[in-house]
């Protein structure tokens, strides 16, 4: 246990709290950027602080947290009374876990090379991204705006029971856009991927998929209203998911708000432990360890997610799902690796399977328009499908449909599971769907 | 915040390296509040936050730097001017720096715990299912030194109240106060107006909207949040440089109805969007957008005036010290018309009145817009109808803008302001604008 933490721990326990426990997390950052008119900005970040939360003899918790990894005794005796004063309310009881907690080795979160990667590595690897972009297809005319940012970090957690643990973690993103133009029609498209390590993501190929793309909003014309059959892209099915998951997630004592979802091969689940995943960890927030907890299988919910306190609440025991979104921020039930599992046909088998209808490939929610949290409702772009192959592009066209019913819908899952998309850790293969509906925009 | 900002702006200049156009330090100290509470559970979730740090930036022809560092005492920041490529570990906190702010003292606490309690007691006996109310605070102070200008030292403050009510099936309604500290939320006040009152979309009478075309009047000063979307983003110069806005290159031209002039002023006192300076150091000002129907001009902020040749509107704002600024619309205020709301509602047959808005959102390249309403009536014989729920606003920016075909003399601000989202940066912005009549708006239900 450092020494930070001991003192943290020790003040707690003298000034009159129940239990503590203390997240510490510090690590630097590097990042090159481009922007529209070629400027390059190199960025690099020294950032760490720590997360102190108590709970009062009635259960319950308060939180503070501050800056800084070596606070000196007075800042720390502020942070203590702090939490200690925003422990108010009705609480419940529950135990913080003990002992040892399980280190980060083996589970592929950690890459030597991007903790030392210099500002012209970083610059490199956007180059061979953006060059690739442009050479895929002669009417992206520039790189609107490219970036590559690398972080290490080191994560420490102990408590008053005398748990510890800590692991490092490293993480990389690669954000491009690309704007196209065919004289009458132009277009900027952004993508962005996020992996624990530099062999997980190939510049070239990203830029190569990401012109394809902007080239398919380009080609996109306005769709009538119709219904058909459709392929949707693991990152058109990651969208669908999203908004799912409050739903699904949204579990143990609220059983009568989640969905009924029959039907349909879907299997998901939460897997913490998910070799190289991006929310991958040795243990979550509150040091239970992670593991793999179903959420679904062929059609039916299975599982739900618990922290500590929701655990209690159900009667459960916690399935190592109290993360924390930094060290400012108290632990809450959240999914880590949350994704539909593959099936086995690829991609083109699927367009096969689907022999006319349409694939697809961008989906953007439009909550604005939703109205209805049960409701999905989404602008799309893709293209049709005819005896199997990707016919004319359309978009952007309007689908929407209640959630429960398009997850319903999905008769296939494919072999192209994906992760790294903008904001989570979810992950999806290509879904066949049997109906969407489909409108102008 | 302890800052010898005369003796680092000393530093800053003698060790610019050789080849750097300019440089910046920008250093907060921000104390912050947050409860959240569940009626059902009644537990808050109380949190607190101290967070400190810099941001140095380095501007070079065709390329800066920036370097940020956590939590830093005065020998941290020097070595950061000195030796920024070395930073490999957040500092180790100035202790005298330290100073602790009352926001964080147990009184506040129980003057917002009142707040929140309150504003939970008001939804009681609602038709919805849940409530949540949520509360913010904070304190942030700053102080952007530049080899350029003279040190900017700045102390913001904010409270926000928000409540989210949850029908059966239908989209979350919310209410929201914004005030400079705890006491102008009105601690220990109850709102008296019944929850059909405060959303009128969660009436019982409430049935669903219209959809097609027609008149849609945004009652003062509702419409700040739509001119916000069409205007305020497409009118940020880096959008405009990137060649992403339908207005770009579009200064001096007629790009809304003759009736409306607007403008991005930081300056005015009491407003969410309003601070002495913007984040850059540069300070608040007015700067005329459009003048009867005609582009004047855009937002800019350091980088992006560079790069035009022009000076900086004072409109690079960043939500911390960790992010880097962008031109940002601070306060929205729209010039004052003729016509009296009265003669606006009775001079339209059948329409939308719409009393607030909800989430929307933008193409930049396209000038696409998608508006929720959370609060709106029918337009009956030039009357007000029955409320409405579930519709939403689509249109074109630029044709929205021509369609504008009625201004009040109502001009009000919305004290409570919105949150605005650029970038994964949320900042707050303002507005001050009279009543608005466009002849033709697009209405759709929501989710078909």
Redesign the interface.
């Known amino acids: 246990m450092s020494a930070q933490a001991s003192m943290l721990l020790d003040l707690a326990r003298r000034r009159g709290a129940a239990r503590a426990d203390v997240f510490i997390k510090?690590g630097?950052t590097r990042s090159a950027a481009r922007?529209?008119?070629?400027?390059?900005?190199?960025?690099?970040?020294?950032?760490?602080?720590v997360g102190l939360r108590i709970f009062n003899d009635a259960g319950?918790?308060?939180?503070?947290?501050?800056?800084?990894?070596?606070?000196?005794a007075?800042?720390a005796g502020?942070?203590v009374d702090?939490?200690l004063?925003?422990?108010?309310?009705?609480?419940r009881r529950f135990d913080l876990p003990a002992g040892r907690a399980p280190d980060g080795r083996g589970l592929g979160i950690f890459d030597a090379r991007l903790q030392t990667a210099t500002p012209a590595d970083l610059e490199g690897i956007l180059d061979q991204a953006a060059g690739e972009a442009l050479r895929t297809d002669p009417r992206v005319r520039r790189i609107?705006?490219a970036s590559l940012t690398a972080s290490a970090s080191e994560v420490e957690l102990s408590n008053s029971r005398g748990l510890t643990g800590s692991y490092r973690q490293t993480l990389m993103n690669l954000t491009l856009g690309v704007?196209a133009s065919d004289g009458a029609r132009?277009?900027?498209l952004r993508r962005s991927r996020t992996a624990r390590t530099l062999a997980s993501i190939s510049p070239r190929l990203f830029g190569d998929e990401t012109t394809r793309l902007a080239a398919l909003v380009l080609d996109a014309r306005p769709a009538a209203t119709h219904a058909c059959a459709a392929l949707l892209s693991p990152s058109a099915a990651v969208t669908l998911l999203r908004a799912a998951a409050r739903r699904l997630l949204d579990g143990d004592d609220r059983e009568d708000t989640r969905d009924p979802v029959r039907g349909g091969p879907l299997t998901i689940v939460d897997d913490g432990r998910l070799p190289g995943g991006i929310a991958t960890a040795p243990f979550d927030g509150e040091g239970c360890p992670t593991r793999r907890t179903p959420i679904m299988s062929s059609g039916a919910l299975t599982g739900a997610l618990h922290d500590l306190e929701s655990a209690a609440r159900a009667g459960a025991a916690s399935t190592g799902n109290g993360v924390r979104a930094s060290f400012?921020?108290?632990p809450g039930r959240r999914p880590t690796n949350f994704f539909i599992t593959p099936g086995s046909a690829s991609p083109p088998e699927l367009l096969a399977r689907l022999r006319d209808g349409v694939w697809i490939q961008l989906l953007r929610p439009?909550?604005?328009?939703?109205?209805?949290?049960?409701?999905f409702?989404a602008l799309t772009t893709g293209c049709a499908v005819r005896e199997g192959a990707p016919a004319e592009a359309f978009g952007p066209a309007l689908l929407?449909g209640d959630l429960a019913d398009l997850l319903a819908a999905v008769v296939e899952a494919g072999n192209d599971l994906t992760f790294g998309f903008p904001g989570d850790a979810f992950g999806a293969p290509s879904l066949l769907l049997e109906s969407v509906r489909l409108q102008p925009? | 915040m302890a800052v010898d900002s005369e003796h680092l702006r000393r530093m800053l200049i003698s060790l610019l390296p050789t080849g750097t156009r300019a440089a910046e330090l920008f250093v907060e100290s921000r104390h912050a509040l947050g409860i959240d509470l569940n009626a059902e559970t009644g537990a808050p979730k109380i949190v607190r936050r101290w967070e400190s740090g810099a941001h140095l930036r380095r501007f070079f022809d065709g390329r800066h730097e920036s370097f940020v560092l956590d939590a830093p005492d005065a020998g941290a920041l020097e070595s950061l001017i000195r030796h920024p490529a070395s930073i490999s570990a957040p500092g180790a906190f100035e202790e005298a720096s330290g100073t602790l702010h009352e926001l964080w003292s147990p009184g506040s606490l129980d003057r917002a715990l009142e707040i929140v309690n309150g504003a939970v007691a008001a939804a009681q006996g609602s038709p919805a299912s849940r409530c949540n109310a949520r509360l913010e605070a904070h304190v942030q102070e700053i102080v952007v030194i530049s080899t350029e200008r003279d040190t900017a030292r700045d102390t913001r403050t904010s409270a926000e109240l928000s409540l989210e009510i949850h029908g059966d099936r239908r989209a979350p309604a919310t209410m929201r106060r914004a005030a400079p500290s705890l006491a102008g939320l009105g601690a220990g006040t109850r709102d008296s107006r019944s929850t059909s009152d405060l959303f009128p979309g969660m009436a019982a009478t409430a049935t669903p909207g219209p959809s097609g075309e027609m008149p849609v009047i945004f009652v003062s000063p509702s419409g700040g949040f739509l001119l916000h979307e069409i205007c305020g983003h497409l009118l940020e110069a880096d959008h405009v440089l990137a060649g992403d806005s339908p207005f770009a290159g579009a200064r001096g031209e007629a790009i809304a109805s003759p009736l409306l002039s607007l403008a991005d002023d930081g300056s005015l006192p009491g407003l969410r969007g309003s601070a002495r300076f913007d984040d850059e150091g540069i300070p608040s000002r007015r700067t005329p957008l459009i003048v009867k129907g005609t582009l004047v001009g855009y937002l800019s902020s350091r980088l992006t005036a560079h790069a035009t040749g022009r000076i900086s509107t004072g409109n690079g704002r960043r939500q911390t010290y960790r992010d880097a600024p962008m031109p940002r619309m601070t306060n929205l205020v729209v010039d004052s018309g003729e016509t009296s709301f009265e003669e606006i509602l009775a001079s339209t047959p059948a329409g939308l009145l719409v009393h607030r808005l909800g989430r929307g959102q933008v193409d930049p390249a396209t000038g696409s817009f998608m508006l929720a309403v959370e609060s709106a009536m029918l337009v009956e014989r030039g009357r007000p109808g029955r409320p409405v729920r579930g519709v939403v606003l689509r249109g074109v920016a630029h044709q929205a803008l021509a369609a504008i075909d009625a201004v009040g003399n109502d001009v009000s601000a919305d004290p409570a302001g919105a949150m605005c989202v650029k970038e994964d940066q949320a900042i707050p912005f303002g507005t001050r604008q009279p009543t608005l009549r466009l002849s033709s708006l697009h209405v759709a239900e929501a989710g078909r």
């Open positions: 510090s630097s922007d529209a008119a070629g400027n390059v900005v190199w960025t690099r970040t020294a950032e760490g602080g319950a918790c308060g939180f503070a947290s501050a800056c800084g990894t070596q606070l000196p007075a800042q502020m942070l702090a939490a004063d925003a422990a108010r309310g009705p609480g609107d705006s704007a132009s277009t900027v400012r921020e108290p439009t909550p604005a328009l939703s109205g209805d949290p049960q409701r409702c929407t925009a």
